[in-house]
């Protein structure tokens, strides 16, 4: 906190009054200064200082409109951006470490009833058709990918330039009319701002999306070829309504209108890094094309000659040269630089907040990860992954990618009911599976989550599941083999209680004797013979020996541990 050193100044009037009331001279005069530091700003924020700490720094008023400053950058940002995907591995890495982890094998729907009840065999069409149309390259214009490869490709570019855009074509002769044509940036003109359309009184551009007069998205302005192409003419961009389009980015402002690249606040500090690696790469280089310097002393009346006659300007393997008298050799000592290692680990730590990813991640460097570090790690990564997911992803892309798969289906008759669907990301391999997976199952056995959110967070489709247990059960039942299903009836291995009325696993069984034997210890429970024999009996044990019964009379009825080595006569403990 800055401390405050304002002179106590006073004016004409306060020394006037100070000659009759000195007090209340004095009192003018300090509240006149404490007025002069709150306008002046030392009690604010200290991170809006205008000294000589904040010197240099230039922020040009950027949260006020972070429109203007995203149209002044973007095709800068993109072009860097894409350039180091290409060229420079840990953006190529952060990047596909971000489209792997949010798309992997792809985000899957469950078809719900929607607005309407839908009957099991409408619902099993709706699965059909999607199987038919997202899960073959039926869906793609371009006839390249499936659904889950067009998600693919769309996290990749919105990682890597921002945002993209997917257009809907439509195709009256196939059976799914609806089509998918992905739109890089470019294809809609950010240049354009416009605040008078005569076609839609009231309408206004900015960077090529049209609001209305009410701020709503209306439509986009959207370039027929890519504007770069040398081989097309470039004409002016043409609108196409914002029910044929989607637009996918992170936003991170209110009034965003355009998306920007994952990797902006860390751009510098990779080609930095780069730059310093390349340095220090050169630097080693200069350092081994010196590997020696030959110095001579010169004689009066001396001439060179060595047994060759030549001087050696290489060095060789197994090489014997003789200096002539005077020469001497030094050899170069290439420098090594200093903490190398320790400034790319650094950097990169900051690369990889920069992308919303860990360094593990980045960089593949697990050697001081231990299972507790790597999973806070992973736990604090899996947040960042389920908000591009749930809060950028799903509601931007998928669900409408559904609503116009619906659309279709109802435009060829298929179905005539709405309905929605649950979406399940991939699964997250476990760290270590049987402690996770004994963790899983004991919130399953607690009431905390249900079956089928279990099989979300595993990143399979419950209804698929379901129907591919009982396919796999009947199979087994039919082969006569014997599996330990965990919703069987009856679980394998259950002892029945000796009056039949309940039934313990083994476990149960083991929890059973061990709360027993802690009240006997405790001196709560008294054993008696009725105990002895109901526990027997519980957990089938064979009734106790002759000889052990004899041995335990001889001890005045202390039931110790008997074993062979005390037995007075083995022959009593053979069968």
């Known amino acids: 906190m800055p401390i405050i050193r304002n002179k106590l100044q006073m004016n004409i009037i306060d020394k006037t009054i100070s000659i009759f009331n000195p007090k209340a001279g004095a009192e003018r005069a300090k509240f006149r200064a404490i007025e002069k530091t709150i306008n002046s700003g030392i009690r604010s924020y200290e991170g809006a200082t205008k000294g000589r700490r904040g010197d240099g720094w230039t922020s040009y008023n950027t949260s006020e409109n972070a429109n203007h400053d995203i149209q002044k950058s973007l095709k800068t940002l993109r072009d860097r951006s894409v350039h180091g995907y290409k060229n420079n591995a840990s953006v190529f890495k952060a990047i596909r470490t971000i489209q792997n982890n949010v798309i992997g094998t792809g985000i899957m729907p469950t078809p719900v009833k929607s607005d309407s009840n839908l009957s099991k065999n409408e619902i099993q069409k709706i699965k059909d058709e999607w199987k038919a149309w997202a899960e073959k390259t039926d869906c793609d214009f371009d006839g390249f990918f499936s659904l889950y490869g067009i998600q693919s490709l769309v996290m990749r570019n919105v990682a890597m330039q921002g945002e993209v855009f997917v257009l809907k074509r439509r195709d009256s002769s196939s059976r799914h009319p ?28 900015v960077q090529g999306v049209e609001f209305n007069n009410q701020g709503k998205r209306v439509g986009y302005w959207v370039f027929d070829h890519n504007p770069n192409n040398e081989y097309t003419m470039k004409l002016a961009p043409k609108f196409v309504s914002a029910d044929d389009m989607i637009h996918i980015f992170y936003k991170e402002f209110p009034e965003q209108v355009r998306g920007v690249p994952f990797g902006t606040a860390t751009m510098l500090s990779m080609r930095d890094l780069a730059d310093y690696k390349d340095a220090q790469l050169m630097l080693q280089k200069v350092a081994a094309c010196h590997v020696a310097f030959t110095t001579k002393q010169e004689t009066a ?207 149960d069984l083991k929890r059973v004797l ?62």
Request: aromatic content about 10%; overall charge negative.
């Open 178 to 205: 609806i089509k998918l044509q992905v739109l890089a940036p470019h294809m809609v003109d950010h240049t354009k701002n416009s605040y008078m359309i005569t076609e839609r009184a009231g309408n206004y551009v």
């Open 301 to 507: 009346g001396s001439e060179f000659d060595t047994a060759t006659g030549q001087e050696i300007d290489r060095m060789e393997p197994g090489i014997i040269e003789r200096l002539a008298p005077g020469e001497t050799v030094t050899f170069n000592n290439p420098p090594t630089p200093s903490s190398f290692s320790e400034y790319v680990s650094k950097n990169q730590q900051e690369n990889a907040a920069g992308y919303g990813i860990t360094y593990e991640q980045l960089t593949g460097d697990m050697g001081n990860v231990n299972f507790s570090s790597g999973r806070m790690g992973w736990i604090e990564a899996q947040r960042q992954i389920e908000d591009w997911q749930y809060n950028m992803f799903i509601p931007q892309f998928c669900d409408k990618i559904w609503a116009w798969f619906i659309e279709g289906l109802k435009i060829k008759m298929i179905i005539s009911k709405n309905a929605g669907a649950e979406w399940t990301p991939q699964g997250r391999e476990m760290i270590d599976p049987v402690k996770e997976m004994n963790g899983l199952i004991l919130e399953l056995k607690s009431g905390l989550i249900s079956w089928t959110e279990a099989c979300k967070r595993r990143g399979y489709n419950p209804d698929t599941l379901l129907e591919q247990m009982k396919v796999d059960k009947k199979m087994f039942e039919d082969a006569g083999i014997n599996v330990d299903w965990i919703l069987e009836k009856e679980a394998a291995g259950t002892l029945e209680t000796p009056d039949g009325s309940e039934k313990l696993n083994p476990e």
């Open 514 to 575: 061990d709360a027993y034997g802690v009240g006997v210890r405790a001196g709560t429970i008294t054993p008696t013979n009725e105990d002895e024999a109901y526990f027997r009996s519980l957990a089938a044990f064979p009734e106790m020996s002759e000889a052990v019964i004899a041995a335990w009379k001889e001890d005045n009825g202390f039931r110790r541990p008997i074993t062979l080595a005390v037995a007075k006569d083995n022959s009593d403990f053979e069968a």
